[in-house]
């Protein structure tokens, strides 16, 4: 199975308005909650690409029995770490008249160190079983920059890790086959910014030199890029009619990518799929409720170029 494992899960609120207003009261033609998140939507994603699929997350409070409703209808084998404190709230604002996303986010709740404790061994039973990991999400208050390097230790499957900062250097000691910031998140995490493509190119190299397998940096509508310690590729996805909901493409690609390792695809067609993935979550509502046929379909447009650099 395919396990996404984080401590940072959301309950999502999405709202859509015809045109919103600063400042002023604002009716949502239309609403919607789901279980969100990157854990999450990474689990969601590699479900609906076909699975099996498991997740493992610190959760708690009021909307513990919405996420565990959801987890039912939705059949997705779970494992929680209850906490003390509540699952954060978080709510995306969908302004149609002018395409622009607003989201409103919640930090993760801090963690106990029993509730840590927990976690890591939970993980070091349930990652036993898989056959891909997926370490993702941001840190609470109270977690250690090498938390995410801890569970590596403790994983001998391949993982992908989408993190950023000093908890993505700090695992990359344990060598991830795979590690996936977005370009913003690369800048944070080589302390640069990263104005040029070459610059770009040298930070995802230096993440190659210090154990990442492939970096596979997103940034937006613009190319993917993929490297290696000895190559470079850059994929230009196809163009989308129409965008409904970009929230969640980043984690649609860490799922997608879990899913394709787990099948054997080698990483340029991984790479692909999980553009693929992400174009394919642009057309949904609720986050990460991909479809395999057409993620194929639209994988079968993205252009790859492989670069000398």
């Not at 854990?39 to 708690?60: I, T, Y």
């Not at 190319?223 to 590729?233: G, I, N, Q």
Request: hydrophobic share 45%.
């Amino acid at each position: 199975m395919i396990l996404s494992a984080g401590l940072t899960p959301a309950w999502q609120q999405i709202l859509v308005f015809d045109n919103f207003r600063h400042g002023e009261v604002n009716r949502a033609r239309e609403a919607a909650w789901a279980a969100s998140g990157k854990v999450f939507n990474a689990a969601l994603a590699a479900h609906h690409l076909g699975g099996p699929s498991m997740v493992l997350a610190a959760v708690g409070g009021p909307p513990l029995e919405q996420i565990n409703s959801e987890f039912d209808v939705l059949g997705i084998n779970r494992r929680w770490i209850e906490t003390k404190a509540a699952t954060r709230v978080c709510t995306t604002i969908l302004d149609r008249a002018t395409g622009t996303v607003t989201e409103l986010v919640e930090n993760g709740c801090p963690m106990s160190s029993e509730e840590l404790d927990l976690f890591e061994r939970a993980y070091a039973e349930e990652v036993a079983r898989a056959k891909v990991a997926v370490l993702i999400g941001s840190l609470p208050t109270g977690a250690p920059e090498d938390f995410y390097r801890r569970l590596l230790e403790k994983t001998s499957c391949p993982a992908v890790v989408d993190a950023q900062g000093e908890p993505l250097l700090a695992a990359l000691n344990c060598k991830p086959l795979v590690v996936k910031p977005n370009r913003e998140e690369l800048g944070q995490t080589v302390g640069r910014p990263l104005d040029d493509d070459d610059e770009f190119v040298a930070a995802m190299k230096s993440l190659n030199k210090r154990g990442a397998g492939w970096v596979v940096v997103s940034q937006g509508h613009h190319p993917v890029w993929l490297s290696s310690a000895s190559d470079t590729f850059r994929f230009h996805p196809p163009t989308i009619d129409e965008v409904v909901n970009p929230i969640g493409c980043g984690d649609a690609m860490a799922g997608a990518i879990a899913w394709a390792i787990r099948e054997g695809r080698q990483m340029v067609d991984a790479t692909k799929l999980a553009i693929a993935a992400a174009c394919d979550n642009l057309a949904q509502l609720l986050p990460c409720r991909l479809d395999l046929k057409r993620v194929e379909q639209i994988a079968a447009n993205v252009r790859v170029e492989k670069l000398a650099v």
